[in-house]
């Protein structure tokens, strides 16, 4: 168990396509342990292992604020999705940042759990948007890329000078 670092926009590693994994085994199990500690120390609601620098598809989420329901995703795919929502969204690794971002409203997802079973989830909610929002991390996208461009250079700006700051502490 370790909390690892996460990266933050515009950091180009952020980009990478993930690979499917081809094994549930102890390694893909530990790396699923370390980004529940990650992202409960960070904290936040989901993690996608493309913010640590880890390129395979899976992803960690928990909505509750007692941590209560950990849940898994490897190798996430949306089956189906429809109607659209618009909700406020952060993220972990554009710190400090949030705005309304559009999404399907409900998505019926088919993935592996860390036992290598696979299941299906039909949800609405926060619970869809944050699947949707950890999928893209998998496909290098971020929230931000929904915005305008005028919004992605301010912010690229702002973090540039904040990770500046940051390095010459
Ligand atoms: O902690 C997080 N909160 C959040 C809120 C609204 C929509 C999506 C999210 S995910 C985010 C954690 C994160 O960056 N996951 O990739
Ligand atoms: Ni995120």
């Known amino acids: ?10 950091d180009p590693r952020l980009r990478t396509v993930a690979k499917p994994v081809n094994t549930v085994d102890d390694v893909i ?5 370390d980004m529940f500690d990650t992202m409960y120390e960070a904290p936040g609601i989901g993690l996608a292992a493309t913010q640590i620098d880890v390129h395979q598809r899976v992803v960690v989420m928990d909505l509750t604020e007692d941590r209560s329901e950990p ?7 949306i089956l189906d999705s429809g109607g659209s929502c618009k909700g406020q969204e952060g993220c972990l ?4 940042y949030y705005d309304d971002v559009p999404r399907a409203e409900w998505v019926h997802v ?10 299906e989830l039909e949800t609405d909610g926060l619970l869809a948007v944050c699947i949707q929002h950890e999928i893209d991390h998998l496909d290098g996208k971020l929230f ?11 912010v690229r700006k702002k973090l540039e000078k904040q990770a500046r700051h940051a390095s010459t502490a």
């Open 1 to 10: 168990m370790a909390i690892r670092d996460i990266l933050s926009y515009p």
């Open 110 to 119: 088919r993935a592996v759990d860390q036992h290598g079973r696979t299941f």
């Open 71 to 77: 849940q898994v995703f490897i190798n996430p795919e």
């Open 93 to 96: 690794s554009i710190p400090g």
């Open 144 to 154: 931000i890329d929904y915005l305008s461009e005028l919004k992605r250079k301010r």
């Open 29 to 33: 199990r530990g790396l699923v342990d």
